[in-house]
Structure formats: C-alpha cells, structure tokens
C-alpha cells in the first residue's frame, strides 16, 4: 500500500511540474502574441503620424502661397519666399524622420522584449523538465529508503 501511495505522490509531483511549465510557456507565448500586435499597430501609427504631417504641411504651404501671392502681391519666384517655403518643407521632413526614428526605436525594444519573452519560455520549458526529473529521483530514492527500512513488505 505504501508504495502505491509513493508511486502517486511521485507522478503528481511530476504532472505538477510539467502543468507548470506548461502554463509559463503558454503565458509568455500570449505575451509574444501581443507583442507582435503592438509592434504593427505601432508601425500603422507611425505611418499615420507621418502622412498626417506631410498633409498638414501641404495644407499650410497651399495658405501661405495664397497669402503672400494674393495679398502681398509677391512674385512666386521671390528668393524670400521660396526660403521661407524651403524652410517649412525642411521643417515638415525633418518632423516625419523623428516619428520614423521613435517608431524605429520602440520595435528595437520590443523585439527584445520578445527575445526575452521567448528566452522565458525556454527556461520555463527546461525548469519544468528538471522539475520532473527531480521528482522522479526524489520518487526512486524514497521508495529505496522505503524499501530498506521495510516498509513495502
């Protein structure tokens, strides 16, 4: 009798191990799943910023020229306002790079935050097969010590 109730506690220890394992892998796989999600909502909001400025851009360019053409009566080929408009494209432009840029640098880090996520799961994984193992011997060394002490006669 008392071996079988070793034999139990030995599989349960193990099923328990394994079911834990199990469990972390899954939960850092959701993590990646969600990651991987925020990384492309991430580069459509990139995107969006980006196109909404180059709009905007455009949109203050169309008032400006109508403004200094129709009431400043200012040639279109004034060097003054074809620096001015130059500015604002440089300045437009170079507002579009930073959002590309943050965008760049926040998938690096969550790419790494995947790697780990993904390193997560391994170890979990590999815990949970020593955790088994362990179990096992644990099992095999007290039903020896058992056995030795005449328990299972």
């Known amino acids: 009798m008392m071996q079988y109730l070793q034999m139990a506690g030995t599989a349960l220890s193990i099923y328990s191990s394994l079911s834990e394992g199990r469990d972390e ?3 850092e796989k959701f993590q ?3 990651l991987t999600q925020k990384m492309e909502q991430d580069k459509i909001n990139a995107r969006k910023e980006s196109n ?5 851009l455009d949109s203050h360019e169309s ?24 500015r604002q494209r440089d300045i437009g432009n170079q507002d579009v790079q930073e959002i590309q840029t943050q965008s760049i640098l926040t998938q690096g880090q969550d790419n790494a935050r995947m790697q780990y996520s993904s390193l997560r799961a391994q170890n979990a994984y590999t815990g949970a097969l020593l955790g088994a193992g362990s ?14 002490d005449g328990y299972f006669d």
């Open 25 to 27: 892998v899954g939960q």
């Open 32 to 34: 990646q799943q969600q």
């Open 52 to 56: 909404a400025r180059l709009r905007t």
């Open 63 to 86: 008032m400006n020229r109508a403004f200094v053409l129709g009431k400043l009566n200012r040639d279109v080929s004034d060097r003054s306002l074809k620096a001015f408009l130059q």
């Open 135 to 148: 179990a096992v011997a644990s099992g095999m060394f007290r039903y020896q010590q058992y056995k030795v």
